[in-house]
T-cell receptor, first 111, second 114 residues
Framework: GESVGLHLPTLSVQEGDNSIINCAYSNSASDYFIWYKQESGKGPQFIIDIRSNMDKRQGQRVTVLLNKTVKHLSLQIAATQPGDSAVYFC??????????FGKGTTLSVSS | DSGVTQTPKHLITATGQRVTLRCSPRSGDLSVYWYQQSLDQGLQFLIQYYNGEERAKGNILERFSAQQFPDLHSELNLSSLELGDSALYFCASSVGGADPETQYFGPGTRLLVL
């Protein structure tokens, strides 16, 4: 079936570096995408979202880019901090129903 | 803190037993979703309720059922438990409109079936 996936299961960066986490989706009908951060023992926490009529959206230290041509989504974290260490999931959503999650990328930030 | 609450935080039970997980959505949210997170399957959608009515079903086993009450809290019932049901169970809520919208997750219930 169609699903949302991530390119790399793990990413290790140094504190202060910029991080880029990638995600590929296969359903061209998807119209809403969300990035979640999940720390150990906690529920997924909303980071940023983007709708299919946009190609870029910026938040505080985070930017999401959407390339509909190649069905690719990325999350950029500027000046990565140890507190950013977590598992990051992209999720796809259509018409307000279920989120379809990728398998997650574990970001490790060393100081 | 997302505003979604779940109880209990942890649950340990035996195979064959039945448990009930509880979720209270954020104030004003009408939609509640249940997800299961296991190590090998990632986050899987189980079921969605909107204002008391079932709206969508995902990979929910027949041994599992859910409901949403008039005060909008929801319960997920898991019966005839098997070892493989051990997982984290998350509830999420959203306003529940027709457009795609952000879902906010609770802290989860960790279920261990022995």
């Amino acid at each position: 079936g169609e699903s949302v996936g991530l390119h790399l299961p793990t990413l290790s960066v140094q504190e202060g570096d910029n991080s880029i986490i990638n995600c590929a989706y296969s359903n061209s009908a998807s119209d809403y995408f969300i990035w979640y951060k999940q720390e150990s023992g906690k529920g997924p926490q909303f980071i940023i979202d983007i709708r299919s009529n946009m190609d870029k959206r910026q938040g505080q230290r985070v930017t999401v880019l959407l390339n509909k041509t190649v069905k690719h989504l990325s999350l950029q974290i500027a000046a990565t901090q140890p507190g950013d260490s977590a598992v990051y999931f992209c999720a796809e959503n259509q018409a307000g129903t279920a989120l379809i999650f990728g398998k997650g990328t574990t970001l490790s930030v060393s100081s | 803190d997302s505003g979604v609450t779940q109880t209990p935080k942890h649950l340990i039970t035996a195979t064959g037993q039945r448990v009930t997980l509880r979720c209270s959505p954020r104030s004003g949210d009408l939609s509640v979703y249940w997800y299961q997170q296991s190590l090998d399957q990632g986050l899987q959608f189980l079921i969605q309720y909107y204002n008391g009515e079932e709206r969508a079903k995902g990979n929910i086993l027949e041994r599992f059922s859910a409901q949403q009450f008039p005060d909008l809290h929801s319960e997920l019932n898991l019966s005839s438990l098997e070892l493989g049901d051990s997982a984290l169970y998350f509830c999420a809520s959203s306003v529940g409109g027709a457009d795609p919208e952000t879902q906010y997750f609770g802290p989860g219930t960790r279920l261990l079936v022995l």
